[in-house]
């Protein structure tokens, strides 16, 4: 399956431009999304209207339009995606893809990319055998740009031989399998926390904080691209169920607790939620407000879940990945809150209101782990999502070799 993955389809001319079509429902029909570039040539045998309808986006056509710039950029194209598909490769495409030609919207996002591609060839049987085709494929392959087919096979005008685009679930096939090459956490378990946390006054009051859950929800949902089977935590929020993650909803600390412990064992646990520290005795009656009398609130501590996690004896998750939210000192408090809660590695961020990063997109992040620190640039949160699944990814793996 392909939930969750992001496919730009870049459909280039010739006849097999209808298949094109075809491939954008089998690819929705597997739960990726799919973005359609279309070239000029290909404008010649669909139209935008049919690629849009298909894929539920907007089809994009032109480099220099302004409305396309506007809202969606060539490099953000190309880079809000997981994969770029382009079928049919005509050869004109293959050959400014190999000579890093940008002079339209498919070749400069083809260039600007540092996204696998899988090309699927589809031309005429002397132009596929051509040796300036053969070289150029040649030097796409070097590059590391994946290819499917073509077949052999009846062709345009009557002719039949070599040429013939691969049937899409022949490429949807293709796709599954450059997924599942990098399904490095397949058989791994995971266990997630996202969102904030409720904790009830009375009945119609409560604690909570600005957590959005978009981290976390973002965490859960690139370790389940990574192959593993994940279940989220989730406080109260706004964000979608991210597909194929088994989502758990609670309101309060101890329920989240409650839920964690539930999905143990694990073998990785992040704690991305903003778990309130606090919460009052609560009542089950509403507070009324009485003249002259201001009723104070009585707090008492919560379990703190990723120290519970980290101190859970022979059920510790192996990994256990904890995040500090930090408006001063960032790095060495989360390296001394990494100590006192007895985790493997702190995700440490400035949550100054001046960075943006509570309820925003963006997040900038300083992994701590007992070795050191590292620095990882200005990302957004499904790119730190990504970013540190690929991390744990690769510690499962330097583990299974030592
Ligand atoms: N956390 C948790 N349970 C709590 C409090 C925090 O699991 N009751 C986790 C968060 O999910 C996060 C980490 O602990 O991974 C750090 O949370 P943070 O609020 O930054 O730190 P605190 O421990 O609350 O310390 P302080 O507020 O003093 O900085």
């Given at each position: 399956m392909l939930h969750g993955r992001r496919i730009l389809l870049i459909i280039s001319g010739g006849i097999a431009a209808y298949k094109g079509l075809d491939l954008i429902r089998?690819?929705?029909?597997?739960?990726?999304?799919?973005?359609?570039?279309?070239?000029?040539?290909?404008?010649?045998?669909?139209?935008?209207?049919?690629?849009?309808?298909?894929?539920?986006?907007?089809?994009?056509?032109?480099?220099f339009s302004?409305?396309?710039?506007?809202?969606?950029?060539?490099?953000?194209?190309?880079?809000?995606?997981?994969l770029l598909v382009?079928?049919?490769?005509?050869?004109?495409?293959?050959?400014?893809?190999?000579?890093?030609?940008?002079?339209?919207?498919?070749?400069?996002a083809l260039l600007a990319t540092d996204k696998p591609i899988l090309v699927a060839p589809a031309m005429n049987f002397r132009m596929w055998g051509h040796a300036a085709t053969q070289a150029n494929l040649a030097t796409l392959a070097a590059?590391?740009?994946?290819?499917?087919?073509?077949?052999?096979?009846?062709?345009?005008?009557?002719?039949?031989?070599?040429?013939?685009?691969?049937e899409p679930l022949e490429i949807v096939a293709a796709v599954e399998a450059i997924f599942a090459g990098a399904a490095a956490l397949t058989g791994k378990r995971a266990l997630v926390t996202s969102g904030p946390t409720h904790e009830p006054i009375d009945p119609v009051r409560y604690i909570a904080n600005r957590s959005s859950g978009k981290q976390g929800h973002a965490i859960a949902a690139a370790l389940v691209q990574l192959g593993a089977d994940c279940t989220l935590v989730s406080g109260p929020t706004e964000e979608p169920d991210p597909p194929g993650v088994k989502v758990v909803q609670v309101t309060t600390a101890r329920e989240m607790l409650a839920a964690c412990e539930t999905a143990l064992p694990v073998d990785i646990a992040v704690c991305a939620a903003a778990v309130a520290d606090w919460r009052t005795e609560g009542t089950d009656a509403k507070l009324k407000k009485k003249e002259g009398t201001i009723p104070s609130l009585t707090l008492v501590e919560n379990p703190d879940i990723l120290a519970r996690l980290s101190q859970a004896g022979d059920r510790r998750p192996k990994l256990v990945?904890?995040?500090?939210?930090?408006?001063?000192?960032?790095?060495a408090n989360a390296q001394a809150k990494r100590v006192r809660k007895n985790c493997d590695w702190i995700l440490a961020n400035d949550v100054s209101p001046a960075t943006g990063v509570f309820g925003g997109d963006q997040n900038t992040i300083h992994l701590v782990d007992a070795q050191g620190t590292e620095d990882w640039p200005s990302l957004t949160k499904r790119?730190?999502?990504?970013r540190l699944a690929q991390r744990i990814a690769a510690f499962f793996k330097a583990e299974k070799s030592t």
């Open positions: 089998r690819l929705k029909e597997r739960g990726a999304s799919v973005r359609c570039v279309l070239t000029a040539g290909a404008q010649q045998f669909i139209t935008p209207l049919s690629a849009a309808a298909l894929s539920g986006e907007k089809a994009y056509t032109d480099l302004l409305t396309d710039e506007s809202e969606m950029g060539h490099l953000r194209l190309a880079q809000e995606s997981d382009v079928a049919p490769a005509s050869a004109d495409l293959l050959a400014k893809m190999a000579g890093g030609l940008a002079d339209d919207l498919a070749s400069t590059r590391g740009v994946k290819r499917i087919g073509p077949n052999s096979g009846p062709l345009a005008e009557n002719e039949s031989g070599m040429g013939r685009m691969a990945v904890g995040f500090a939210a930090e408006t001063e000192n960032v790095v790119d730190v999502g990504e």
